[in-house]
């Protein structure tokens, strides 16, 4: 087993720290590695490195960033079974859903390498005669990266590759379980050419190492994701200063049938939106919308999809469900499961850990779970379980399908699953979130498109990913031209 040090000044430096063990979420004897438990002082280290490293990499041509990006696509293709592994050894996911992961980064390298060689800026035409005004885009400086287990590779490259390919320098800070994975995509740039200093990855507790990063000074920009009360506290230390802040955070999401929809299409939808990750998926869907009268025909047709799902080590062929990533997510979704049954919702299908055999007495493993009549004001119908666990929801029509979609405080995402184009354009225009979805799942994004969620679901001054990301990490500097 390696102890793993962090990655300052793009070295992976063994530290004079405590160090923490990662353990594997399908057997927790397993112990996967162990990282150092940094101080504050570490990360005032890394974003000074940062900020001394932002000058010379701001000068490299957008050519030359291109070229990285592009190698570092190379880099990850070749040894891309291996960060599938190491994804699926300490988060749990089955090793399709890690693939996932990986080969949308390749594509993301690919896409942001192209990007920055097109225009940032603009011309504009001049009031003055012999004039003209430019926009240019320039990189904000050192940037700070804060990202949760979920997607533990997806999520820090998805911010680290436009930061890095605009011209900042980063801290990034994985979340605490899960750094094995953000460390890849730290390894695969440097080993395609990235100077050392350009990428830190710090890794500590959020309340030190996170704090040291949303309050230093020397970062002009903070990007988030994470839970909805974490992204408040982070909004909240940012105090007066003029810094960016992209807050992406959690989701109640629902998906609504009509009867003018696709049965056999809602039962996949929801059932892969509902089980994927083991439902730790901030775009999953937690709430499932049924017409009253189709309510028998289309719970009966969920649950005996729901008995097929195979649930075991992610690591397995044919595991079509991993457990849940730690002790503390298996607690609170377990939980969760009694709050439902005491809020007098009915427990149709699941709702207790997989046990009975080696296989799964080791790990965090629950059964996928259907609760059924479940209203508004219960707290499964509200609040953020991230697990396997689905609220069936009944409505008389659109309108109070649209009001219950709307009813919580996220706004991440909503599917409508419908053939009438009528609905589906009403639905569009009335549901309060970032990303609605017409026939297709609630998981599951084009990362080449803009993203972002409203309401509790993030602040939505920036989007991330596509080309709005460029956005986020520039800014616009005008220069005004005459010539005589
Ligand atoms: N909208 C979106 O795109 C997505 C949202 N999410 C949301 O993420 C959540 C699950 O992830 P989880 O990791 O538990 O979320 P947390 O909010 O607990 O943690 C996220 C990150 O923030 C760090 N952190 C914790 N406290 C602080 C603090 N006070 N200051 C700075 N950083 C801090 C954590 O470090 P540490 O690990 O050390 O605690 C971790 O790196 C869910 O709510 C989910 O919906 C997930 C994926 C996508
Ligand atoms: O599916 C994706 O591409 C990412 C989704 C994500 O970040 C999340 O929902 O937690």
Redesign the pocket.
Known sequence: MIEKGVFIGGYVVPQDREFYEIRNPADYRQVVSKFPMLRRSDVIEAIKVAKETFEKWRETTVYERAKILFKTAEVLESRSEEVVKTITLEEGKTLPESRYEVE?IVVLLRFYGGLILNSLGRTIPSGTKNSFTLTMREPLGVVGLITPW??PF??PSWKVIPAIATGNTVVLKPASITPNSALEIVKAFHDAGVPPGVINMVTGSGKEVGDEIVTNKDVSAISFTGSLEVGKEINGRVGNRFVRVQLELGGKNATVLTDKGDIDMAIKHVTASTVRNAGQ???ATSRFLVPKKLHDKVLDALTERFKKVVVGNGMKQGVEMGPVSSREQYEKVLNYIEIGKSEGARLVYGGEPVKGSDEYDYGYFIRPTIFDKVTEDMRIAKEEIFGPVLSVMEYEDLDEAIEIVNSTEYGLTAEIISNDISEVMEFSQKVEVGNVKVNRPT???D?WVPYGGFKGSGNDIYKELGEEAIQFYTRTKVVYFHYP
């Open positions: 949308r979920n997607f997806l999520l998926i901030c775009l998981i599951e994004l990362q």
